[in-house]
Nanobody, 123 residues
Framework: QVQLVESGGGLVQAGASLRLSCAAS????????MGWFRQAPGKEREFVAL????????YYTDSVKGRFTISRDNTKNTMYLQMNSLKPEDTAVYYC????????????????WGQGTQVTVSP
């Protein structure tokens, strides 16, 4: 059974940094493209970042490019999202998920979602 557990969220001020972790069991993070999504109150869950299984290529939504970095540690079977220069508009619940099939940025292409970790950025 695949289980993904996010951690690392919190309440920070604008401009601060956080590193989210996604620990996997029942799944090898290096064998699947892995992604981060986020959902703000009253909004749809949206794609944030992805790292591929083939060559570690990375993809980001435009609003986080240059500020967020996705990575993984295969020895720990864990994926990360380093978030720098955080803005209030980054406030959301952040989820990790394993890509199954289809477009990398589509929520429907992912399965095995974690429970999410709250990130709150104050002005």
């Amino acid at each position: 059974q695949v289980q993904l557990v996010e951690s690392g969220g919190g309440l920070v001020q604008a401009g601060a940094s956080l590193r989210l972790s996604c620990a996997a069991s029942g799944l090898t993070v290096s064998s699947s493209a892995m992604g981060w999504f986020r959902q703000a109150p009253g909004k749809e869950r949206e794609f944030v970042a992805l790292i591929t299984e083939f060559d570690d290529s990375t993809y980001y939504t435009d609003s986080v490019k240059g500020r967020f970095t996705i990575s993984r540690d295969n020895t720990k079977n864990t994926m990360y999202l380093q978030m720098n220069s955080l803005k209030p508009e980054d406030t959301a619940v952040y989820y990790c998920a394993a890509h199954y099939a289809g477009p990398y940025t589509a929520r429907e292409s992912f399965r095995s979602w974690g429970q999410g970790t709250q990130v709150t950025v104050s002005p």
